[in-house]
């Protein structure tokens, strides 16, 4: 079992940036690949970013390209997702979840394929 816990949302101008953050507690960190996803009000939830196990490999949602970093600190448990250039579009309740597996060469987009979830942080950028 993973507990994840959200924190960094809030409300910001649109071109501002933000940083949540996600901390992990229970098994061994390292162990699990981690996702972002978001889910707008009346939208399904969506994929916004993920990181292997080791960090090496990051892969991101074609809408946040460019803008979103996610990093990962197996040290201190913790998942990352810097975000810049904020738009009104990005506004929703964004989740951080875990995935049980060593395969870094896949982007692993449905939330069906994860396994843990926090319980959400909302994010909402104002026009």
């Known amino acids: 079992q993973v507990q994840l816990v959200e924190s960094g949302g809030g409300l910001v101008q649109a071109g501002d940036s933000l940083r949540l953050s996600c901390a992990a507690s229970?098994?061994?960190?390292?162990?699990?690949?981690m996702g972002w996803f978001r889910q707008a009000p009346g939208k399904q939830r969506e994929s916004v970013a993920a990181?292997?196990?080791?960090?090496?490999?990051?892969y991101y949602a074609d809408s946040v390209k460019g803008r979103f970093t996610i990093s990962r600190d197996n040290a201190m448990n913790m998942v990352y997702l810097q975000m810049n250039s904020l738009k009104s579009e990005d506004t929703a309740v964004y989740y951080c979840a875990a995935k049980r597996t060593t395969d870094s060469s896949v982007y692993y987009t449905s939330p069906m394929q994860y396994y843990f979830w926090g319980q959400g942080t909302q994010v909402t950028v104002s026009s």
């Open positions: 990181i292997s196990w080791g960090g090496t490999a990051t």
């Open positions: 229970g098994r061994p960190f390292s162990g699990y690949y």
